[in-house]
Nanobody, 123 residues
Framework: QVQLVESGGGLVQAGGSLRLSCVVSGRTVGDQAVGWFRQAPGNEREFVAAIRWISNSPFYGDSAKGRFTISRDNAKNTVYLQMDRLKPEDTAAYYC????????????????WGQGTQVTVSS
């Protein structure tokens, strides 16, 4: 069974940075995608970024372009989301997920989800 555990969330001032980590266990070898999504209270879950375990091209949602960077360490089965120049509107619960779909930017593209980590950006 694939399990994902996020960490690295917290409280940060606007303009600051955080690095989120997603450790994936139980996965089989393959080019699955690991994606980051976020959800603020009352909002839909929003695609942030994704990367595949073999193909290295990253994918970014509009909210992440230019400020966030996704990367992976295959030896550690870990995917990172470096978030810079954070804004109060980035405040949300951040989730990582793994999926085998050809697409990467929709919730339905993913089969396994973590429990989330909270990011709060103060103004």
């Amino acid at each position: 069974q694939v399990q994902l555990v996020e960490s690295g969330g917290g409280l940060v001032q606007a303009g600051g940075s955080l690095r989120l980590s997603c450790v994936v266990s139980g996965r089989t070898v393959g080019d699955q995608a690991v994606g980051w999504f976020r959800q603020a209270p009352g909002n839909e879950r929003e695609f942030v970024a994704a990367i595949r375990w073999i193909s290295n091209s990253p994918f970014y949602g509009d909210s992440a372009k230019g400020r966030f960077t996704i990367s992976r360490d295959n030896a550690k089965n870990t995917v990172y989301l470096q978030m810079d120049r954070l804004k109060p509107e980035d405040t949300a619960a951040y989730y990582c997920a793994q999926g085998s779909s050809n697409r990467v930017n929709a919730r339905d593209d993913y089969d396994f989800w973590g429990q989330g980590t909270q990011v709060t950006v103060s103004s």
